[in-house]
């Protein structure tokens, strides 16, 4: 059976940042991604991140993944599996893959899973209609493919994807009709949010969809105001006519390998579902493997960057890799608690509390 | 429809034509590109019927919503495979059929 030193699982921010930081050490990475290219949800980010330099801070998105590409392709030590899904991790550390039509099988020392995360769904009458796409959906359409997904949309959401989508649509000459948002107030930064204001997109705090109309694909949406409990007000419907409803409602953490490899997890809302318990190694209660990014919590990709350097340096920092690791890695938790300071990042950090083992 | 300008993304480069067969009618789409995208450029919408219509939902090859009939094989995720010269591209009812399968 094929073996590796580190298995990576996920080749978007975290994990690319793992394979670089453990190879880095000299340690011998694999790097799965189950996608045709590396990158992640960063190939689609088309707008600058925020942070500080060492976090690709000014960068656009589509151009961190392609610095980090260039990294990865010229260290001899990682090698890149791509167009390649992990099926399994099984309890005795085998993990068993789809490689193009072929399946494989590998043993690795130390398992990084940094599988990301999945978006999630609204419950509304119709929400299975055509047209009612989630935001990640809309990014990877224009920003990756060059197609527009309709004309005019209505975008449920006003935390940063809702508000930066739709401001992405706009830069794709598409039309947003509104933005709402049942919290009373926006979630998202108020950069982002008068950006979008100022282009004349309405934002209705307070606001719920409670159909898609439409038979075989949409054709607009009734909304409606929403009291403090979130229950619809009556008499406060309004028709809007889109043919695009999409929806930036938040992702869930991708944990199936991860409860395969029988690690503890717990139900954290404010890191999006269930996410499992982790030292400060980033080590999951399943001896030898980690996690990183969205897998771990939802965050952002700044973060998932810094988590996947801190996995990538201890896993080959318990292989017996390097020197001087545990400074290197003070540095990246400092990084850490930096990207973290703020209102969302004490929200982070106080979910974060409950799953330290 | 195809985003000709664009303030940031410069690179949308020209790519290779070609053409497909969906639902018996000739289309064109770029090669290469996810069947999906093609089909949106095309106005097509409606990927399959479930009971009821089913589209384009995640575009990363998580849900399972686009499954299409692609070259005769069901349960394509078509919003991850990438279009070829002369495929031929059905909407697919409920689970799908597998060529020489049990009825």
Known sequence: MLHTEIAIIGGGPAGMCAAIAAANQGARVTLFDRGK???????????????????????????????????????????VKLDTTVLAIYSDGVISYEEGKSYKRMTSEKTIIAAGAAEKMLLFENNDLPGVYGAGAVQTLMNEHGIVPGNNVLMIGAGNIGLIVSYQLMQAGVKVAAIIDAAPKVGGYLVHASKVRRLGVPILTSHTIKTALGNETVE???????????????????????????????????????????????????????????????????????????????????SAMVEGTIAGLSAAEALGYGTNIVAIKEGFKNDLDVLRSGAVGEKIKSGLKLLSC | MRIKKHPVLSSIVEKTEVEFIFEGKMLKGYEGEPIAAALHENGVRVLRHDHRPRGFFCAIGNCSSCLMEVNGEPNVRVCVEELRDGMVINMQEGKGKLKGGEE
């Open chain 1, 37 to 79: 290219r590396l990158g992640g949800q960063l190939v689609k980010q088309t707008h600058r991140f925020f942070g500080s330099e060492k976090e690709y801070a000014g960068i656009r998105g589509i151009d961190i993944a392609k610095i980090l590409y260039e990294e990865i392709e010229k260290n001899k030590l990682i090698d």
């Open chain 1, 220 to 302: 607009g949406a009734v909304i409606c105001e929403v009291d403090d409990k979130f229950n619809p007000i009556p008499n406060t419907d309004q028709t809007i006519d889109v043919d695009i409803i999409c929806l930036a409602v938040g992702l869930s953490p991708q944990g199936e390998l991860l409860r395969q490899t029988g690690c503890e997890v717990k139900y954290v809302p404010s890191l999006g579902g269930f996410v499992p318990l982790r030292d400060e190694n980033l080590q999951t209660t399943t001896n030898g493997v980690y996690v990183a990014g969205d897998s771990a919590e939802v965050e952002e990709a700044s």
